[in-house]
């Protein structure tokens, strides 16, 4: 068993199965909460923090801290479900994203950083919409002799997936 730590989601590997589960980070957000109503005493600042988006991490708000790693997992699996895009590894089952269940690959972890994303780069002459997503090997692993995706839950990461999954599947080398 092998534990793995995400900014909204942890993941526990068991045999052949990955389940991903979401941070509900309550004790955050009651710290937050409680340090802008008795240290900053300004209430549109609660407000602020009480309206921010799911995605946000510049500013990250209530709906981040408790919400976003539900929303990942679901998107993900509905992703999976309505394209079934072989560049992704696949999700057979979410619990409303409380609890997702992934097949396991080996990871991708052949090359460092810097030289991983040239490779993934030189795939579509630089056309990305998500490069800080495709930069980090730690995202992908190995099936087969070909590369799959293990986080394809952000809305950036799908559309590169729909225009770009099946060149980078047949141009880039595993090895």
Not at 131 to 143: T, V
Request: aromatic residues 18%; proline residues 3%.
């Amino acid at each position: 068993m092998e534990i793995k730590q995400g900014s909204s989601r942890f993941v526990i590997i068991l045999g052949c199965f990955v389940f991903k589960f979401p941070k509900i980070m309550v004790w955050v957000c009651l710290k937050d909460v409680f340090f802008i109503i008795k240290k900053d005493r300004r209430w549109k600042h609660l407000k602020f923090y009480l309206s921010r988006t799911c995605y946000s991490k510049d500013f990250p708000g209530l709906r981040y801290y408790l919400l976003n790693g539900i929303i990942s997992n679901f998107k993900e699996y509905l992703f999976w479900l309505k394209y079934k895009n072989n560049f992704c590894e696949p999700t057979f089952f979410s619990l409303l994203g409380f609890v997702n269940i992934q097949r396991f690959s080996p990871p991708y972890n052949l090359l460092n950083k810097k030289d991983f994303w040239l490779k993934i780069r030189m795939v579509q002459n630089y056309d990305w919409d998500d490069g800080h997503h495709f930069c980090n090997s730690n995202n992908f692993n190995i099936r087969d002799g070909k590369i799959l995706i293990v986080d394809y839950a952000s809305s950036k990461t799908q559309r590169v997936i729909l225009k770009h999954g099946q060149n980078i599947i047949r141009h880039f080398s595993v090895l």
